[in-house]
């Protein structure tokens, strides 16, 4: 047995302590699930949007989030860039980062993920698959990814992270809707029926531009992939470069019908 089966979770950094956030994972009470719901419908009416009034802010969707799950809230960072985390910590210092850790991933999203773990105040926490890249080989055979992605994904993401959330009572993600097709509607907080939990996407009316402004003001570390092609970081062996103008997810999967790793959907 190696060592990344024996040990699915691990803390890439120690930050300091704030409480309900010592121990990454570790059991907390949490609320049931028709409170957790109750939560989402009065997110609905009070950061407006779908139809109830302008949309609040990123800072006040965080705010709402702080206030409401205090010790049991994640951020979920594939390390293409540190602004959700940076956004997060700001009012949530000490805050978990979830980091799924395929073992496909660039050199550069290792690096940003260092960076992050050293220069914000968050614990990042590498979520690691069931099975290592040499017992996953040794069950479904070499390069999984290019016969089956789904599976592949469904083994290194999908599982890993739903193990993970099993300690929170909400998620905060960075999807935003110009992301892709399959993203438009992203609300700021949903009710996760697949993890039975809330999942918060304060940034789901952000650009590209705006992320990369507020990195730039904020002076937050940005993978170095995004201004090399990149404009959607996965997997190595999943990722291609995009041409100038092209669908930024157009790289991801690239052959295949797969436009989502099945975390988000
Ligand atoms: S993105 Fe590719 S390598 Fe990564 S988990 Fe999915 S199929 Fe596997």
Same mark, same amino acid.
């Given at each position: 047995?190696?060592?990344?089966?024996?040990?699915?979770?691990?803390?890439?950094?120690?930050?300091?302590?704030?409480?309900?956030?010592?121990?990454?994972?570790?059991?907390?009470?949490?609320?049931?699930?028709?409170?957790?719901?109750?939560?989402?419908?009065?997110?609905?009416?009070?950061?407006?949007?779908?139809?109830? #009034?302008? %949309? +609040?802010?990123?800072?006040? !969707?965080?705010?709402?989030? *702080?206030? @409401?799950?205090?010790? &049991?809230?994640? $951020?979920?960072?594939?390390?293409?860039?540190?602004?959700?985390?940076?956004?997060?910590?700001?009012?949530?210092?000490?805050?978990?980062?979830?980091?799924?850790?395929?073992?496909?991933?660039?050199?550069?999203?290792?690096?940003?993920?260092?960076?992050?773990?050293?220069?914000?105040?968050?614990?990042?926490?590498?979520?690691?698959?069931?099975?290592?890249?040499?017992?996953?080989?040794?069950?479904?055979?070499?390069?999984?990814?290019?016969?089956?992605?789904?599976?592949?994904?469904?083994?290194?993401?999908?599982?890993?992270?739903?193990?993970?959330?099993? #300690?929170? %009572? +909400?998620?905060?993600?960075? !999807?935003?809707?110009?992301? *892709?097709? @399959?993203?438009?509607? &992203?609300?700021? $907080?949903?009710?996760?029926?697949?993890?039975?939990?809330?999942?918060?996407?304060?940034?789901?009316?952000?650009?590209?531009?705006?992320?990369?402004?507020?990195?730039?003001?904020?002076?937050?570390?940005?993978?170095?992939?995004?201004?090399?092609?990149?404009?959607?970081?996965?997997?190595?062996?999943?990722?291609?470069?995009?041409?100038?103008?092209?669908?930024?997810?157009?790289?991801?999967?690239?052959?295949?019908?797969?436009?989502?790793?099945?975390?988000?959907?």
């Amino acid at each position: 047995m190696t060592q990344q089966t024996q040990q699915t979770q691990q803390t890439h950094q120690t930050a300091p302590s704030v409480p309900g956030t010592e121990s990454p994972g570790a059991p907390r009470a949490l609320r049931p699930a028709e409170e957790l719901q109750a939560l989402v419908e009065d997110a609905a009416r009070y950061l407006g949007g779908e139809g109830s #009034g302008p %949309e +609040a802010s990123a800072e006040e !969707v965080i705010a709402w989030a *702080a206030r @409401t799950f205090p010790g &049991t809230l994640a $951020v979920a960072c594939s390390m293409a860039d540190a602004v959700l985390p940076h956004l997060v910590a700001r009012q949530v210092p000490g805050v978990d980062v979830l980091f799924l850790d395929t073992g496909y991933h660039f050199p550069e999203t290792y690096g940003t993920r260092d960076a992050v773990a050293a220069s914000l105040e968050v614990r990042v926490v590498d979520v690691l698959p069931a099975l290592s890249l040499e017992e996953q080989d040794a069950a479904w055979g070499p390069r999984l990814y290019e016969r089956d992605p789904t599976r592949c994904c469904a083994l290194r993401k999908v599982e890993p992270l739903q193990r993970a959330l099993t #300690g929170y %009572e +909400a998620w905060v993600t960075g !999807v935003r809707r110009e992301d *892709a097709a @399959t993203r438009t509607h &992203t609300p700021l $907080v949903t009710w996760d029926s697949s993890r039975n939990l809330v999942k918060i996407n304060p940034l789901a009316a952000w650009t590209l531009d705006d992320l990369l402004a507020y990195a730039e003001k904020h002076r937050v570390v940005v993978n170095p992939l995004l201004a090399d092609g990149y404009p959607s970081i996965g997997c190595q062996p999943c990722t291609r470069r995009v041409a100038p103008g092209d669908d930024p997810r157009s790289g991801r999967w690239a052959g295949f019908a797969k436009t989502e790793c099945g975390i988000h959907l």
